[in-house]
């Protein structure tokens, strides 16, 4: 067993306040659980406000405040001012749905330094479409608040095939709004993503292109906006280490009160994840078996036992291993060394050859309470 599986883990320096699964978008690749809609009990205030406090005394810094949509919590000025009397750096994760200039000045007030604000396309048609809401117009509206506010102007948008062809205007209508940073994040295949992934893997082609339309735009802007172009996994042949290694720096607490070293971590089984209605976060986070189970190495099988990366990647994501592998322990599948990377070469040429199709051919499955409750998380679909 290395070192690196025997020392004591440092405080979890990011706190992920997952306030409700609420939300008005529907959007395709959301990674809320599949089965959402049968998830409704959410903390109390107080509860929140308990969290937030273990947190700080945990030696959390930063706390991001996401969802679902966090906005619908009546309750989020209470908590952003918990949060900045507590001493956190906050970032607020929002559609924009819900922030009016009132609410913006309101949570100002409360102390809110940072509001990361999605899109789903550059156009109203796809925007929309994506989202399965007319909603396009409102975050344009939302993005000049953020402005108006003196937040900085953080823009995330979620790539996959459907809008990565469109990255040039994503990139330009962001430096339209003036934004100081913007997200272009690679669809994660988890929850509705995995669902509708052979809808939404791009193609190598497409990914070849963006990068140098990327790269195009950061030589044009220079220092006027930061750029961070996520890479994605299934291309890459390299796994990254799971949200910088699990159990090492991200605390995520789902509207449950479920604590988690990821967001999608409670879909993995044998295994057991306390709630902070029972358990204080120095507990949860220095004894649980649940954030022990994969901190370091020592749990590793071979290949990752033997690997010269395997204190760099630590395996990779936890998650991918159990949806493509069936087996949470295994290598993540996308690294070339993995026994079960050709699972993933075979669903990237199956998506390369269904971008040739209409999309009409196999439906999207839009993250809505109906098609919640219809499904359940989804099984893994591959075998080795």
């Known amino acids: 067993m290395s070192s ?19 939300c008005p978008l529907h959007c395709v690749f959301c990674y809320n659980p599949v089965d959402f809609a049968q998830q409704a009990d959410e903390l109390s205030t107080e509860d929140w406000l308990r969290v937030l406090r273990q947190g700080r005394e945990l030696g959390a810094v930063q706390c991001g405040l ?31 749905v819900g922030l009016t200039e009132a609410r913006a000045k309101a949570l100002k007030a409360a102390g809110l330094d940072h509001v990361q604000l999605s899109f789903q396309d550059s156009t109203r048609e796809m925007n929309d479409f994506l989202s399965h809401t007319k909603t396009f117009e409102l975050k344009n509206r939302v993005a000049k608040i953020i402005k108006d506010q003196g937040w900085p102007m953080v823009m995330n948008v979620v790539i996959h095939r459907m809008n990565i062809d469109h990255i040039d205007r994503i990139i330009g209508m962001a430096a339209e709004f003036g934004a100081e940073y913007i997200e272009l994040a690679n669809t994660q295949y988890y929850s509705w993503a995995y669902l509708n992934r052979e809808q939404l893997l791009p193609t190598h082609e497409q990914l070849r292109r963006a990068e140098e339309v990327t790269d195009a735009w950061r030589a044009k802007l220079g220092d006027r906006m930061k750029i961070f172009f996520v890479a994605p996994d299934y291309h890459e042949g390299k796994p990254k280490k799971c949200v910088n290694g699990w159990g090492s720096m991200f605390l995520t607490v789902a509207p449950d009160g479920t604590a988690l070293p990821c967001h999608t971590a409670k879909m993995l089984p044998g295994l057991s994840f306390p709630n902070v209605r029972d358990h204080g976060l120095r507990e949860i986070w220095f004894d649980s078996e649940g954030f022990n189970r994969y901190r370091g190495t020592g749990w590793m099988k071979q290949p990752c036992a033997s690997c010269d990366q395997r204190e760099v990647d630590l395996g990779g994501c936890r998650c991918q291993a159990y949806l493509i592998a069936q087996d949470p322990a295994m290598a993540d599948p996308v690294c070339v060394k993995s026994p079960h990377h050709h699972l993933v070469t075979e669903v990237v040429a199956r998506a390369g050859a269904a971008a040739l199709r209409p999309v009409t051919e196999h439906p999207l499955v839009f993250r809505d309470p109906v098609n919640s409750r219809r499904l359940s998380a989804p099984a893994p679909a591959e075998s080795g």
């Open 4 to 22: 690196a599986s025997l020392s004591k883990p440092g405080p979890p320096l990011w706190l992920l306040a997952e306030l409700t699964y609420r």
């Open 66 to 96: 996401s969802g679902g949509e966090p906005l619908v919590r009546d309750d989020l000025e209470i908590i952003v001012a918990e949060a900045h009397r507590l001493g956190y750096y906050t970032n607020l994760l929002t559609s924009g």
